[in-house]
């Protein structure tokens, strides 16, 4: 009889810290011990913690030992499995009470969340549907086939206030209604999991860890509209959720819950999975159905919308994959349930990818209406390094820069949007003081320029345009009046853009230059970055006092632009001088300063 | 038009490779795609010459199939290395110090961003982002992958992969 568990996250963050190693390691010391018949190893999705990775849970004790590494496994087995004696040492240090352990839903990072997307991430194994089937799975799908019309779905979701996770926030069940009205023979249902935004990785964390979730939804909303054809176009990028989601749709073939007449409604559906090619253009609905259709990605104009005209022609619902992910909980627990969480305008739950500087790094599911405080502060675990916080970014090269004043405002589509950025699909990255903000948008606009697809003219040159006077201020050749050149640009490109990569491809100028305006000043005015970053505007000066003319990094300066005697301070000549920060390696005194 | 540099030497075994997966694709709707990918990895590249054998077997031009091909980042005129350095360069790794990564190993490697060594050996990309934020900055060659990567580390990566 199984006795223990070992949960084990197999998700990307911890197949990248070596969970494979841990994963032999476990196994071999358990059957060095013949506890075979008695421990289960399961390999489950993402946990969310993935700073602490490679991340191990065993029940019925609920330890959380994190960054296990394979030698510290023979320790595991011989205490925790053979002696029932729990290796605190390997505990996450949060769970570790006085005299027993803290329960995780009692840490930091896991209080304030509520997991509804993530539900079943680091809880089943997603390669098994009848572990999703334990939980619940396909009861949704059933309830629909079997009690409801397609109409009653679509009002249900409309009453359950359902947005859209991809960005834009549109209402779900309106969606589904347009398509479900739309004239056609043929209808299909896509999934957008063409997660480009860089720092948002919460559409591959649930294709990994829950797959059958989306398949589930997927086929309801097939239903809704009255298609019998889907598509999930993955990036490429993302290897081990492409697998899963192959296997679980195998699997759900098998056991009759895709395919033809299933559960014997006379209802089929099919899915295939399309992979992309590397075009963060593709995220954009239109763009991403020309590219199943085999050709370059490029949008076009709408209307007519997809639900209208979408995939080869044909009336088409595309929804994100978190979105998905929300619909058969809603359909279980019913709309009351959805709409006792979030804000007015939006219900239920957000994923946010926390990134960049800031101590919890992972994956984290809130109620809509937390604060950006809360979520760096009480859930992230603050800035490490005693550094300052600056900045959050969301909304990936589409959205902005909040600031520490807008820590309290609570999160949703129109407050996100209000103060300058946007939901997007919710990466979230923290800067702190060593971020310069010039550099930043400068780097969200390089992103922008190299993805633009080049079709409209706005977004293809103005992004560009945009790009060569960030550049232009960055290396210390900005003149007052880029400003206005930058503020005339960005509204043009916002208004005349053909999809909403243009559209908004100019946000994180906006926000920085709104928000800090100052830094924009140092480079122009004062030719200074004040966080260190842009290399153009560096003085790297001997600090008088702290040479001791040991000629060290004189000796190692390629271009001889350091001078001076044996137990004199050197002096930097500033016109030979390239930056290439040789003589701060090499200095043991810390004698040089750069800034 | 990109003409590759280095000289085709693709196989027959890998010619009929592509017949097949041709043959298994073309009655699909929207095949091109899943037949230019089953390309490139048949081959690692995508030179003239395959363009040419694909625009034939489905029966599209040539000048469609290289507008397609070149849309896409993941497709590569040009042969990679044997050892394919991916820098991922999203937000998080970037703000993590990632920039400072990549310009560490176009000067060990003496190449740029895109680039492949003269000896067919290392080739570096900055990849978008890999969604393994938590360990930020991440990269990997070819399969193995590496978080939290420091600037002085790069040497002893490359070190590595001496063959």
Known sequence: MIRSHIMLCSGTGCVASGCHAISDAIEAEIKAVGLESEVKIVHTGCFGLCALGPIMIIYPEGSFYAQVKPEDCKEIVDEHLLKGRIVKRLLYHETVGDDKLTNLSDTGFYKKQKRIALRLCGVIDPEHIDEYIGFNGYEALGKVLTEMKPEEVIDLLKKSGLRGRGGAGFPTGLKWEFA???????????????????????????????????????????????????????????????????????????????????????????????????????????????????????????????????????????????????????????????????????????????????????????????????????????????????????????????????????????????????????????????????????????????????????????????????????????????????????????????????????????????????EYLAHIVEKRCPAGVCKDLLRYTIIEEKCIGCTVCLKNCPTNAITGAVKVPHVINQEKCIKCDVCVEKCKFNAILKQ | MGVSTIEFKGTKEQENLLKEAIALNKDREGALMPVLQAAQNIYGYMPREVQQMVAEGMGVSLSEIYGVVTFYSQFHLQPKGKYKVHICMGTACYVKGAGKILERFEKELGIKDGECTADGKFSIDGLRCVGACGLAPVLSVNDDVYGKVTEDQVPDILANYKE
């Not at chain 1, 279980?332 to 804000?343: A, C, H, Y």
């Not at chain 1, 800035?383 to 900045?391: E, M």
């Open chain 1, 180 to 518: 479900a009205k739309a004239k056609g023979e043929q209808k299909y249902v896509c999934c957008n999991a063409d997660e480009g935004d860089p720092g948002a990785f919460m559409d591959r964390s649930i294709l990994e860890g829950d797959p059958h979730a989306i398949i589930e939804a997927m086929t309801i909303a097939a239903y809704a509209i009255g298609a019998d054809k889907g598509y999930v176009y993955v990036r490429a990028e993302y290897p081990i959720a492409v697998t899963r989601l192959e296997i679980a749709i195998k699997q759900a073939k098998e056991y009759g819950l895709l395919g033809e007449n299933i559960f014997e409604s006379g209802f089929g559906f099919d899915l295939e999975i399309r992979l992309g090619a590397g075009a963060f253009v593709c995220g954009e609905e239109t763009a991403l159905m020309t590219s199943i259709e085999g050709n370059r990605g490029e949008p076009r104009p709408r209307p007519p919308f997809p639900a209208v005209k979408g995939l080869f022609n044909c009336p088409t619902v595309l929804n994100n994959v978190e979105t998905y992910a929300n619909i058969p909980q809603i359909i279980l627990n019913g709309t009351d349930w959805f709409t006792s969480m979030g804000t007015e305008t939006s219900k239920g739950t957000k994923v946010f990818a926390l990134g960049g500087n800031v101590t919890n790094v992972g994956l984290v599911e809130v109620p809509m209406g937390t604060t950006l405080r809360e979520i760096v502060e009480e859930i992230g675990g603050g800035v490490p390094g005693g550094k300052k916080f600056k900045a959050a970014q969301t909304g990936g090269p589409s959205g902005g820069c909040i600031p520490a004043e807008h820590f309290d405002v609570p999160i949703d589509f129109e407050q996100l949007t209000a103060i300058g950025s946007m939901m997007g699909s919710g990466g979230l990255i923290v800067m702190d003081e060593d971020s310069c903000m010039v550099d930043i948008a400068k780097y969200f606009l390089g992103f922008t320029v190299e993805e633009s697809c080049g079709k409209c003219t706005p977004c293809r040159i103005g992004t560009k345009r945009l790009y060569e006077l960030l550049d232009k201020i960055t290396s210390g050749n900005g003149e007052m009046s880029d400003f206005d050149m930058l503020d005339t640009l960005c509204h043009h490109i916002i208004s005349s853009s053909l999809c909403a990569l243009g559209q908004t491809a100019p946000n994180p100028v906006l926000s920085t230059l709104n928000y800090f305006k100052d």
